[in-house]
Each structure stands twice: as C-alpha cells, then as structure tokens.
C-alpha cells in the first residue's frame, strides 16, 4: 500500500463520522467505510481495477479496525 492509499485510511474514517453524525445507523458504518475506501482508491488511481479494490477494502477495513480498537481502549482506560 502506498502513502496515498494510507492516506485514505484517516479520510475513510473522516467520511464515516460525518455519514454517522447525519442519520446512518450504526450497524451499516462498516459497509459504508468498505464502500468509501474502495471508491477512494478508484479515485485517486483513475481507474478501476481488482487490485484496487483490494486495496480500498484494506483501507475500509483498517478504517472500521483502527476505530473501534481505538474505541475499546479509551474505554478499557476511563473504565466505562
């Protein structure tokens, strides 16, 4: 994965939070992210191909992992 393509792992999850903050419910958040890291990487390549929908796939899922990882331990920490 090149630094653009990492580049879309912190945009992903930019997108997510401001789709979930307007309505989206929560159980979709994780499709959602898959949907804009693979339309991201299309994008910003100029063209489609399997390998970068593979590599948009590795950007939604580091998205939703990195999220909820980061979530987990915030709260393992306060202790809620």
Known sequence: ITITIASL???????V???KRIGLP????????LGV???GSMVLA????GILA???????L????IWSG????IKSVIGN
Do not use: H
């Not at 792992?9 to 997108?15: E, F, R």
């Not at 929560?26 to 992210?33: D, T, V, W, Y």
């Not at 100029?46 to 191909?49: Q, Y």
């Open 37 to 39: 890291g693979v339309a």
């Open 62 to 65: 580091m998205a939703v992992g």
């Open 17 to 19: 939070e401001v789709i």
């Open 54 to 60: 593979i590599q948009g796939t590795i950007v939604g």
């Open 46 to 49: 100029g063209e489609a191909t």
């Open 70 to 73: 980061g979530k987990s331990t």
């Open 9 to 15: 792992i912190p945009a992903t999850m930019g997108v």
């Open 26 to 33: 929560k159980r979709f958040l994780p499709l959602l992210a």
